[in-house]
């Protein structure tokens, strides 16, 4: 069974940056790829950014030249380095994994406020 286990969340102001790390644990896990997704209230969640295990990213305009992931593929980590952060950044960030076999996790999330 993988265990991810996020890290980072918090308040920021407007302008701000903050750091987003998750950690995967768990034996025999074949991670394809790990990445970040966003949740508001009434909205479904959606895809911010995710990495391949060969360094291949996806990622959404709202954070284009702003956020930027990165993954040690060693530690089974991965982690999102969010700048210029705007309140319509505030969301439930999760981490979410992807192994080989097609198998997703998620993290338990972790809030992200931007706000003055």
């Known amino acids: 069974q993988v265990q991810l286990v996020e890290s980072g969340g918090g308040l920021v102001q407007p302008g701000g940056s903050l750091r987003l790390s998750c950690a995967a644990s768990g034996s025999g896990v074949s991670i394809y790829a790990m990445g970040w997704y966003r949740q508001t209230l009434g909205k479904q969640r959606e895809l911010v950014e995710r990495?391949?295990?060969?360094?291949?990213?996806n990622y959404a305009d709202s954070g284009k030249g702003r956020f930027a992931i990165s993954r040690d593929n060693a530690k089974n980590t991965v982690a999102l380095q969010m700048n210029s952060l705007k309140a319509e950044d505030t969301a439930v960030y999760y981490c979410?994994?992807?192994?080989?076999?097609?198998?997703?996790?998620w993290g338990q999330g972790t809030q992200v406020t931007v706000s003055s």
């Open positions: 979410k994994l992807v192994e080989y076999s097609a198998r997703q996790y």
């Open positions: 990495i391949t295990s060969v360094g291949t990213t």
